[in-house]
Structure formats: C-alpha cells, structure tokens
C-alpha cells in the first residue's frame, strides 16, 4: 500500500458527513453525539473475518463493503430502532492495495449513504495475513420501543420478511464451484438490512419480540423461543422461498433444510399478537415489503416445524455455532 | 475448544454486571443505555491483533485481557471523561483451548471490575489463524467538557504524565530476546490508564487539549498540534524518566529516542494556561499522580525538541504509522 494510516483517516475523515448528533467524529481520540431525551441510545458490534465470513476470491471488495453495513444495521432495525452512525475497525494483510481499500471504502460509504448513516470513528492497522473487518454501529430508539427478544406470547403469530434460504443456496453453490445467478449473488454478497419494516414494526407496537435472521431460521428462533420462555409451531407449507430456491427445490427436496437452518437471511422475524394481522398486511403494503405469517408461539418450550400434511419435520442440518464449524460459514448443501 | 459459542456467550452474560444506566445487556441485538440529559456519550474502537499488537509467546492471556481494556479506557480519559461500558469482539484461532479463552476473559473482567465498567456486548467466532481482538468502549461526558485535541493555545505549557519509554524499551528488549524487570513487564504488559487523572482535570477543566499517548510522545504531540494548528518546544532534560529508563540511557544514551517516540506509553498529553500551574500540581498531589510540564505551546507549527544546552535535538526514530511497519509495533533500538 502506498497510503498511510494517517492519510488514510485524513481521507475518509473528509469522506465521513456529518449529523446535527455528532458533536465530535473521526479525527479525536473519541466520538461525542447527543441522545435526544426520552431516547435510549443502541450499541451492536460484529466481526467480518477473511475466510471465515468472507472469501476475496468471491466476493468484491465494493460488496463487502456494502455488506459489512447491513449486517449491523440488521441488529438495530431487529430491536425496532433507527441506525445512526458506525465505527470502523479495519486489519490490512500485506498486498492489500490502495485500490482494494478504496473499493471497499466505496461500498461501505455508499452503503453508509443509503442508510442515512453516519462514519463516526475506527482504527486502523496492518493485519498479519487476512482481512479483518470490525464494525460498530450505534442507533436510537424512544424509551419502551425496543423491540427484544425475550417478550413473545403464547398464541402469537411468527412473522417472517423477505424469503429464507437464497443466501445458503448461493454459498452452497459457490461451495461447489457452481456458477451464480444475479439474484442469488444480490442475496449473498450484497443484503439489504430491513430497516424501514424494523422501525415501523417498533414505532407501532406491532412486533412482541423480534430479532435478525443472521445464523438461520431454526437457530434464531430457537434464541427467541428460550429468551421468552416459549415454544413454536411452524407450518414449513408457509416458509417464503424465492423462485428461484423454488426451482431448485424441485431438483434436490433436501435443499430445504437451507431454508430452514441456512444463515445470512438478515430478514426480520417477529412475533405479534393475532389481531394485529391486519395491521400487519396493510403495513407490508403500504412499504412494498414481503411479510409471511409461518406459525405461532406455543407454551410447550419446543420447536416442531410442520409438514404439508401436519407431518413433523426434523431438519438434518444443526444450526449455525461459530465455534464448532472452522473456516465453514455454512454448511454445504 | 471444548465450549460452544452460545454457551459461551451465557457464560461471560452471566458474568457481566449491570448498572443502573444499562437497561439491555448482553443476549439481544443490541445493547440499550440511558444517557443522563446534559451528557454526550463518547465512543472509541479499537483492534488488537495477535503477531501485530501482541505476540502470545511474550505475553500471558490475562494480561492481555487486562491490557485490552486499559487502551481503550486510556481514550476515554484522554476527553476528560468517564467510562461506562464495553463491547467485545473475539476471533479465535484454532487450537485456542476453553483454558485459554478463560485466562484472557478473567483478566478481562478484572480491569472492567477495577474501572467499574460493564460488558454490555460483543461477538465470538472462530479466526483463521491469529486472535482478534476488537474492543468498543463508550463513556459519558457532561456536554462542554470534552477535551479534544485541536483547542491547544499559544503559551500553553504542556504537561505528561508518569513516565515514558518504559514499554518502548521493554520492547526493545523482547525483540532482542533479553529479559525483562518485573517493572518493564508491568508497564508493557498491564498499563492502567489514568483514567482518574482524564476525569478530573476535565471536570476542572484544567486541561485545553489533551490526547493519550500510544503512538508515542512525537508522533501523538503532533496530531494535537496540527488539529490546534500551532507548535510546541519541548524541553528533553525534562521529559519524565523512570529510574530504570534512566539507568538504561547511561549506558546507551540513544535510547533517548524511544521516550520521545516509543508508543504504548498510554499516559496523558495535555495543554494547560500558565496560570493553572498550581492548581494541576495540586491536583497532581492530591490524586498521587506524577505530572511533568516538558514543554511550552508555540505560534510557529513546527515541533522542537530542546536539549540540556538549548541545542536542538532531532530523534531519529520516526513516528509509528500502522501502515508502514508490517508486524512491528514500535522499531527496536
């Protein structure tokens, strides 16, 4: 790299817009930003590691950037809130160019620029061998919106956004060395956080408990039922699946389970009581976003996926645990 | 590793106090605080990287939990502000052992413990090869008390605490494979910050720029001074050296150098008005802080180093700049 640490931060400093909430961003030892009274201010931090979460030779670095802020923008609409600025961690491995880290720095920004967000601090280093991504993002929510995960009731309905399983099904396929359509690279390396539905879901008291689909539909809700002390019922006939997962599903039955315990949705899944339903469907309408209703909250602490004909299923994949997969984000179809 | 990544995470959840200002802690998306109305809420990040920051043949893991800690809480003081809570991002490479994991995590906690500060967040997964540590702290700072770097003023004198080069030479030493002073090793291994020291002389608003010290005296003087757009005059006979510095400079007085550039000192710089002498010595006494004024803030932006006879000394050492230093945190001597 020809650019230095301090260029570098000189560069995305004057990159780095402004909100009348900054008081202080990049450029002090710390950032300053006003909470507005009555506002409780939300924190989420993740890691992106190089072949771990991410592999250089299949994503681009423009991508990667973008994805890097959905992904936490994800974990602030999933409490109902509005995302408001990011903190940047960012390890260089050696070779790393100045042209890759402007790629990257010009999906993280216009990424930052769709969202309304604001880059409000970071550091920088030389990594030993791979990537290293740190994000924080810092968001605000009304006292008493936030949406968490502990307060689902029997008898709700289980809501779901967008559709399950593209993300796995692409990196099944690029597990296999297959090609991938526009769609599914869209779904896999490039996600949109559900941020206008998180907040409207939170700001009308229409979600009971809510978190991000980012480790799969079983794994999540599973950390959603044992946080509410619940259990859940989920009619598999109703899982919202892509056509194009569709199709494939058609050739190999067994890719369900990617729908099913498959990571890296980043759609929304709720709770909500039963005669908000129609609320609900006019809300997906009014904001163009896809909502389907997939089961309900049960008082017995289990979680029974239903087939077709009332049948249950037992899905053959585990879901997701960082620590016992190495180098594997998913597991291969 | 024997342990899983969720029980992890309920392990350290079950371990992390709550004060009154943290309404979610860990085990949702988002941690939720309260900012008391009046006060901004400061945040820094910063990412320690295995054979970049620290090597784990030289030091132990509860050091380094500890450590990880102090740096950060060493950019909160450098506001003048106090600490509140921190966010913990953990890549852990294969091999790492459940012992390991609790070693690092029990120094971990007895810095939070001794700054009486929360873990309110995080994320755990595996690394390819090197451990990652991405930490996130926030604090709060009634507003007009933050001291940031570019508010220096002519005639100011400048002022530093403890004593430096100390963790510099004990670099210098490992790298040159000699060993080392209980001392060396605990100002290397297990700084604290001087996060009282922040804390008073911003809400006695003492100080007119301050910063902390981890790139070294040199480099960080610098920055203040390009954000204040003024220079300085620094005095080298009083630059404060521990004993066992001085007694290394005697016999190789170009050690001189890694107390004017050596990083990881995690002392406070900062400019004070003349007539505040008596106040910060009286302060200095009052909380057994050593303070040293070492030099005076001048119109012309250039920095001067000054030596015993008024001659101008030029270090040798340049600054440290991550990006140009691949797997060298300070240059040996």
Not at 73 to 96: H, N, W
Not at 200 to 214: P, Y
Not at 265 to 290: M, V
Request: net charge negative.
């Amino acid at each position: 790299m020809g650019i230095g640490e301090f260029e570098f931060i000189e560069k995305i400093r004057q990159r780095a817009a402004r909100g009348p909430l900054i008081k202080l961003g990049i450029g002090d030892d710390c950032s300053a930003i006003t909470v507005p009274a009555g506002q409780h201010l939300l924190t989420s931090t993740d890691l992106l590691l190089e072949n771990i979460h991410f592999r250089l030779d299949w994503t681009d670095l423009a991508s990667l950037g973008q994805k890097s802020v959905a992904v936490n923008v994800s974990d602030i609409a999933a409490m109902g809130a509005r995302p408001l600025c990011v903190y940047l961690g960012l390890g260089l491995p050696p070779g790393f160019t100045d042209e890759q880290l402007d790629q990257f720095m010009d999906g993280f920004f216009a990424a930052l620029e769709q969202e309304q967000l604001f880059l409000t601090g970071g550091d920088t280093c030389r990594a030993q061998e791979s990537l290293t991504i740190a994000i924080t993002i810092q968001g605000l929510c009304p006292e008493g919106q936030q949406v968490t995960r502990s307060t689902a009731e029997v008898h709700d309905d289980l809501w779901v956004s967008g559709t399950l399983g593209d993300s796995a099904l692409a990196l099944a396929r690029l597990q296999a060395g297959k090609p991938l359509s526009e769609f599914l690279a869209a779904r896999h390396f490039r996600p949109r956080a559900r941020a206008e539905l998180g907040w409207q879901l939170g700001s009308h008291k229409l979600a009971t408990a809510m978190l991000d689909l980012s480790d799969g539909l079983a794994g999540d809700l599973t950390h959603l039922l044992t946080a509410s002390a619940v259990g859940a019922c989920i009619d598999l006939d109703q899982l919202p699946l892509s056509e194009e997962f569709q199709k494939a599903l058609i050739v190999d039955p067994r890719l369900l389970d990617l729908a099913i315990c498959g990571g890296e949705n980043y759609e929304l899944l709720f709770s909500a009581h039963k005669h908000n339903r129609t609320r609900i469907e006019d809300l997906a309408q009014e904001f163009g976003i896809p909502l389907r209703r997939i089961g309900t909250v049960i008082a017995d602490e289990e979680l029974v996926f239903m087939g077709a004909e009332g049948q249950p299923y037992q899905p053959q994949l585990r879901s997701f645990d960082h620590f016992a997969t190495p180098g594997k984000p998913l597991p291969s179809s």
